[in-house]
């Protein structure tokens, strides 16, 4: 029988006050509270992933202000940053991956995924933050068969159409796997780019990996 997922919501109303009043005090508290008893990897999804999205809904509706949504997801950042990642044994059947942030600011969606991704197994070239020349150049060099991509603004999920045509001409058969807000909020956008997948969070991003390996 499958284990009973925890119901969270209440940490992750409190999360999201905390956040919203940058209450760094509270904020390290209740996650240091949190980690005593569920996984760093569970709390980051059902807790902190669930508080960032309703901020982030709410400043759709203009609720609240751009510079709340920056600063919630830099007090998460310093989160993950606190937190040390265990890893399993790394898993030697699959291709080189590569992980970036694609032409935009906002690291945290990355960071959580990276962690998820090395929490599996997975072995993943981290590329930061890199603009299309240099991922080309870097997937190019490292021989980088499936290439997973963060992107928050719309404008920086359009530019992976750009690309996946650069790589098609040069003759570079390499999966992507996209994640971020346009893709969220638009389900087909991750298909008009030329992406081979789409991944929500760091579940699906391991998901979409065990999927795309299937098909090379």
């Known amino acids: 029988m499958a284990a009973k997922i925890p119901d969270l919501t209440p940490q992750s109303r409190q999360l999201e006050e905390a956040l919203l009043t940058v209450d760094r005090v509270g904020l390290v508290a209740l996650f240091a509270e949190c980690t005593k008893s569920y996984s760093p990897l569970q709390v980051f999804e059902?807790?902190?992933?669930?508080?960032?999205?309703?901020?982030?809904?709410?400043?759709?509706?203009?609720?609240?202000?751009?510079?709340?949504?920056?600063?919630?997801?830099?007090?998460?950042?310093?989160?993950?940053?606190?937190?040390?990642?265990?890893?399993?044994?790394?898993?030697?059947?699959?291709?080189?991956?590569?992980?970036?942030?694609?032409?935009?600011?906002?690291?945290?969606?990355?960071?959580?995924?990276?962690?998820?991704?090395?929490?599996?197994?997975?072995?993943?070239?981290?590329?930061?933050?890199?603009?299309?020349?240099?991922?080309?150049?870097?997937?190019?060099?490292?021989?980088?068969?499936?290439?997973?991509?963060?992107?928050?603004?719309?404008?920086?999920?359009?530019?992976?159409?750009?690309?996946?045509?650069r790589f098609d001409a040069e003759g570079l058969d390499v999966k992507i796997i996209v994640g971020g807000a346009p893709y969220r909020f638009d389900p087909q956008l991750w298909q008009e780019v030329g992406a081979d997948a789409m991944g929500r969070n760091g579940p699906d991003a391991i998901a979409c990996v065990e999927a795309v390996v299937q098909r090379l």
């Open 46 to 165: 059902q807790v902190i992933g669930p508080a960032l999205t309703r901020i982030g809904d709410a400043w759709e509706r203009g609720e609240v202000a751009l510079s709340e949504v920056y600063m919630a997801s830099r007090l998460c950042e310093e989160l993950v940053d606190s937190v040390a990642w265990p890893a399993n044994s790394v898993r030697g059947d699959l291709p080189p991956i590569g992980l970036a942030v694609f032409e935009d600011y906002h690291m945290l969606g990355k960071r959580i995924v990276y962690a998820f991704l090395r929490a599996a197994g997975l072995e993943v070239a981290d590329y930061g933050r890199a603009v299309a020349d240099e991922v080309f150049e870097k997937v190019r060099g490292d021989g980088v068969q499936i290439l997973l991509l963060s992107t928050l603004m719309l404008r920086s999920a359009l530019r992976v159409r750009d690309l996946r045509s």
